[in-house]
Nanobody, 127 residues
Framework: QVQLVESGGGLVQAGGSRRLSCAAS????????VAWFRQAPGKEREFVAA????????YYADSVEGRFTISRDNARNTAYLQMSSLKPEDTAVYYC????????????????????WGQGTQVTVSS
């Protein structure tokens, strides 16, 4: 059974940094694309970033490009989202997802591409 567990959320001041982690189990992690999505109150879940199976390919939403970095450590079955220059509008529950499809930038930003999800971790950015 695939399980994804996010951690690292919390309260951070605007302009600050935070690193989220996504620990995976029950799957061969290196076979999966991993992505981060987020959902703010009253809004739909939106794509944040994705990394290919080896981590060589990465794709970001325009809203986080240059501020967030996705990475992964397949030996530790863990993915990360390093967030910098945080803004109040980054406040959301952050979710990681995993998908065994081949890398395609036209699809990795779509929520319905991902079969497995974690429970989410709350990030709150204060102004």
């Amino acid at each position: 059974q695939v399980q994804l567990v996010e951690s690292g959320g919390g309260l951070v001041q605007a302009g600050g940094s935070r690193r989220l982690s996504c620990a995976a189990s029950g799957l061969t992690f290196g076979f999966y694309i991993v992505a981060w999505f987020r959902q703010a109150p009253g809004k739909e879940r939106e794509f944040v970033a994705a990394a290919s199976q080896t981590g060589m390919n990465r794709y970001y939403a325009d809203s986080v490009e240059g501020r967030f970095t996705i990475s992964r450590d397949n030996a530790r079955n863990t993915a990360y989202l390093q967030m910098s220059s945080l803004k109040p509008e980054d406040t959301a529950v952050y979710y990681c997802g995993a998908d065994r499809s081949s890398w395609d930038v036209n699809r990795v930003g779509r929520e319905n591409e991902y079969d497995s999800w974690g429970q989410g971790t709350q990030v709150t950015v204060s102004s």
